[in-house]
């Protein structure tokens, strides 16, 4: 293990998912953006015309909004000189063999192919603005679980899609989700039917290959009454020399009794903007849960919301957000209580060195009539060394007085007992801090699957190397 | 930049603050404060009302006040009071006797009518006056510190103030002094219409103790006047300031303060705020703690009923390592009151060992009321101790089950519930007059 002072906090990314194809594309829309470019996309997509005019509007919506003012600093994005749509191949592939073969080798090398045969129920695998890979068990097929692309959903099932697209999040919501309304390409459109329960994960693998290139994937999750899913997704880029643009919209729908996991282990290369918009609702005694793990990007401004509908809705997020060097992680939750007798629970670990920023931001919301309800927020954040920065925003908004909300935040350094016990014990002092990282986080990663938690721990490890110079 | 259109309610300023010009001339203000006038209009003419869109007053509206800021007058002016009888009987009753234990200055509308230091005060060489006549007679000391922690571009109430700036207090305590009596001021409103702004300095030299009491009321009366003052505290190293502020406006007035206080080396300051009465209020409270080893205690609450409103916006400011923070605000809140309380630590970087704590602790008694909490944190220092934590609830059953079972009617279990909820707040204020004061005002307002 290293112990030189100067090291990247991101050392190792390069070589593991920093690689990049040459580009191969069987379409790339040219740079920026306007009302052509949006008509290009949906007419290569051979969209019904509603989309098309939902498209359209958003982009007006995005043109009308301003940028946000807080949060990270995005004036940097210049929204002219992105590619907004690059198709990578002419179509999706069904087997493993069809995926083209340096998409393969990509995919390869990250390990999807295995996993999948391994202990995944589905897999979708998006490169670029398309998704080139999608499967699913045909086990889970024979009883009515839907998951394939979103452009594949929107062909194979157009009236569920008209009927839930953009409900959960209107494309006026915010700058970000119009943008993505209007040139939404790719994501995962899920559909669990009544009773079904999905025991092992469903995976959705993103991957940026070209410059200056925006992805802009949309998720729709329909977990019907008493169903349940586990939804994990995963994200890489190569590392380009100029920006990339992630700008996603997932919107979930839990119903009676339902619950849903959502969890994203998003571990972009340092030059990718993630701006996010997720948002989930959750009616009668349904469980919605976010596990939010932010490692990589420059900047991540994303707060999964819940909204929790009906009275016994639960609402459950976990996140991590670890800040290296030139890295912003506005990472956050929301909980929204719009029915009596509903709980949430928000637990965030922040962690922030070599100069990076991370933080929580967030919001509890009792809406009027929304009686019995009860909120913990609990944030804690690490800061390793003088440069970094924590910041804790936690917003409280109660209209209702018989309610139990509570919200604690602590921020720390590594304590010295805690370093001096590891150390006395013959444990180096760099690995004695990521040790203490590790179980800091613990709480967290304990929710994930065990492959992801491996996976959870070797980034946190790559995270702290060469830390304690 | 000015977005000001000939219909902006901000157009009133203008002339107000040429018209205080011209009387600060007659007035025989100091030629120093004047120039600053000049400079605080000359910021004003630039700013323009405060915007929703802006955080800090998204959650408060001020909207109805504006309407009718053209009609206010910033010049209302009392005959001064030859002794204590002169004052306005409620002024009279909250001093209770106790004029002799105090330096008393009193404000009534846009003038201090009563300043009266105590011969103790004198002896020790302690400065008790209104704040006009210290920029007349204390320039060297007022002069440079007057406006370096509030900053007339902060705002346009802010800038507005310091422009038509009439009143307020200055008391400053020499090296070393341990004022041995509190000192007292009052604010009081007339009338209707009204716009006060007076601007306090409170000058607690190295080594030096001070206790001080300010405490703001006037009856209800139909019409909306606004209260735009300002206080900049300074504690100096080892020294240690008790401030109190009693807000008990009549629920007419709009009340917007700014509090500003710098502690020094190993200096101590604690602050208690409390709100209780007047239409709408926005206070900020900014305490710097700018020497290693500063010390700041704040202390607050509010208690809101009918259709009142409160935004009480704190910073904790650690400038300098080893210092330490502590605040806690409690806020109770009944029929359709509201509240906002928005705090902030912010950790400068190198800031190391900073022990800095935050707490906000609500409780609702009707299901009309509303809180908002948002306290934060921005730590860019490692090496340091940084904890906040916001509660809201209501009167739990089971608490009123286990007083009501013992024989208390329900009110009374209640009143004793929200009694004990503000107890740990009213126990740090100085003086048991006014200690007592507050516990009776509270007791009234659970009703």
Redesign the interface.
């Known amino acids: 293990m290293s112990t030189e002072a100067e090291i990247d906090v991101r050392d190792g990314y390069a070589e593991k998912y920093g690689f990049h194809d040459t580009e191969q594309h069987v379409f790339k829309s040219r740079k920026g953006l306007d009302r052509d470019i949006v008509q290009q996309i949906s007419k290569l997509k051979g969209e019904p015309e509603w989309m098309l005019e939902y498209r359209l509007k958003a982009l007006d919506l995005f043109e009308s909004k301003p940028m946000p003012t807080?949060g990270g600093d995005v004036a940097a994005i210049d929204f002219q000189d992105i590619y907004y749509y690059v198709k990578p191949t002419s179509e999706e592939a069904k087997s493993w063999e069809d995926v083209p073969e340096d998409m393969k080798r990509t995919f390869d090398k990250l390990g999807i192919p295995e996993a999948e045969q391994k202990f995944l129920a589905g897999v979708g695998a998006q490169y670029d603005s398309e998704v080139v890979y999608h499967k699913i068990k045909e086990s889970l097929e024979k009883q009515g679980v839907i998951f394939l692309s979103m452009d594949q959903g929107l062909k194979d099932h157009p009236e569920l899609v008209k009927q839930y697209f953009g409900t959960v999040i209107p494309s006026s919501d915010n700058k970000f989700a119009a943008l993505n309304s209007a040139v939404w390409s790719g994501g995962s459109f899920i559909y669990v039917p009544k009773g079904v329960q999905v025991d092992v994960p469903l995976q959705a693998y993103f991957r940026i290959n070209t410059k200056d290139m925006g992805q802009f994937e949309r998720t729709l999750i329909i977990v019907d009454e008493d169903a349940y899913v586990h939804y994990v997704e995963g994200c890489t880029a190569p590392i380009h020399s100029s920006d990339s643009l992630h700008s996603a919209v997932v919107e979930i729908v839990v119903k009676k009794g339902g619950r849903c996991r959502y969890t994203t282990i998003q571990n972009w290369s340092n030059n990718v903007y993630n701006l996010v918009t997720k948002r989930a609702v959750a009616y009668a005694n349904a469980t919605m849960e976010w596990v939010d793990g932010n490692l990589g990007s420059k900047l991540t401004m994303k707060y999964p919301a819940i909204y929790m509908m009906e009275p016994g809705a639960h609402g459950e997020v976990l996140s991590i957000a670890f800040a290296g060097k030139g890295q912003h992680q506005d990472a956050g939750a929301k909980a929204v209580h719009c029915a009596p007798n509903t709980s949430s629970t928000i637990i965030s670990k922040s962690i922030s060195k070599d100069g990076g920023r991370a933080g929580y931001r967030g919001l509890v919301k009792v809406m009027?009539g929304a009686?019995d309800c009860r909120s913990t927020v609990n944030c804690d954040?690490l800061?390793?060394?003088?440069?970094?920065?924590?910041?804790?925003?936690?917003?409280?908004?109660?209209?209702?007085?018989?309610?139990?909300?509570?919200?604690?935040?602590?921020?720390?350094?590594i304590g010295d007992e805690q370093l001096f016990y590891l150390m006395a014990r013959g444990i180096p002092e760099d690995e004695a801090a990521a040790m203490i990282v590790s179980g800091f986080i613990e709480p967290i990663v304990k929710e994930l699957p065990m492959e992801y938690a491996v996976e959870m721990n070797r980034l946190i490890q790559l995270q702290m190397e060469g830390s304690v110079g | 930049m000015s977005t000001t259109t000939t219909k902006s309610p901000a157009h009133a300023a203008g002339p107000w603050a040429e018209q205080a010009i011209t009387r600060a001339g007659t007035t025989r203000e100091g030629a120093w404060a004047l120039t600053r006038r000049k400079a605080a209009a000359g910021t004003l003419s630039t700013l323009s009302l405060p915007k929703r869109e802006d955080e800090l007053w998204r959650r408060t509206d001020f909207g109805t006040l504006e309407q009718s800021l053209a009609g206010l007058d910033p010049f209302a002016q009392s005959p001064t009071a030859r002794n204590v009888d002169d004052l306005p009987a409620a002024v009279l009753e909250r001093i209770a006797g106790e004029a002799g234990n105090a330096a008393l200055v009193v404000q009534r509308d846009a003038g201090v009518v009563l300043e009266q230091t105590h011969p103790t005060l004198q002896k020790q060489g302690v400065t008790v006056c209104s704040l006009d006549r210290a920029t007349r007679e204390h320039e060297a000391l007022l002069a440079p510190r007057f406006g370096s922690l509030l900053h007339d571009d902060y705002d346009w109430y802010t800038a507005m103030g310091a422009s038509v700036r009439q009143g307020g207090l200055f008391v400053h305590v020499p090296k070393g002094v341990k004022a041995e009596i509190p000192v007292r001021m009052f604010h009081w409103i007339d009338g209707a219409g009204r716009l006060v702004a007076p601007r306090t300095v409170v000058v607690v030299e190295d080594g030096a103790e001070a206790t001080i009491l300010e405490e703001m009321l006037s009856e209800t009366v139909e019409g909306a006047s606004l209260h735009a003052g300002g206080v900049e505290v300074f504690v100096g190293a080892n020294a240690k300031l008790t401030y109190a502020q009693l807000q008990d406006w009549g629920r007419n007035v709009f009340h917007y303060g700014n509090v500003r206080a710098q502690v020094a080396q190993d200096g101590e300051l604690q602050w208690m705020q409390v709100m209780v009465g007047g239409r709408m209020t926005k206070a900020n409270g900014y305490f710097d703690l700018d020497g290693s080893g500063a010390r700041a205690y704040v202390n607050g609450f509010m208690f809101g009923d009918a259709r009142q409103h409160f935004h009480l916006h704190t910073l904790q400011r650690h400038l300098k390592p080893h210092c330490t923070s502590d605040l806690l605000i409690k806020c109770c809140l009944k029929d359709k009151a509201r509240s906002v309380y928005q705090g902030l630590i912010q950790v400068a970087e190198g800031a190391q060992r900073t022990d800095a704590y935050q707490a906000n602790r609500n409780l609702l008694l009707s299901d009309q009321a509303r809180a908002d909490s948002i306290p934060g944190l921005e730590i860019l220092a490692n090496d340091v101790r940084c904890t906040h934590g916001a509660t809201l609830g209501y009167v739990e059953p089971e608490h009123l089950y286990y007083l009501m079972a013992r024989g208390l009617p329900r009110v009374e279990a209640q009143r004793l519930i929200v009694e004990a909820f503000f107890e740990p707040v009213i126990e740090r204020i100085p003086l048991a007059t006014v200690r007592d004061r507050l516990r009776g005002e509270i007791e009234r307002k659970i009703g």
């Open positions: 807080w009027k009686v954040a800061i390793l060394d003088e440069h970094s920065r924590s910041d804790t925003y936690p917003y409280m908004e109660i209209e209702e007085d018989k309610v139990t909300i509570g919200h604690e935040a602590t921020v720390s350094k």
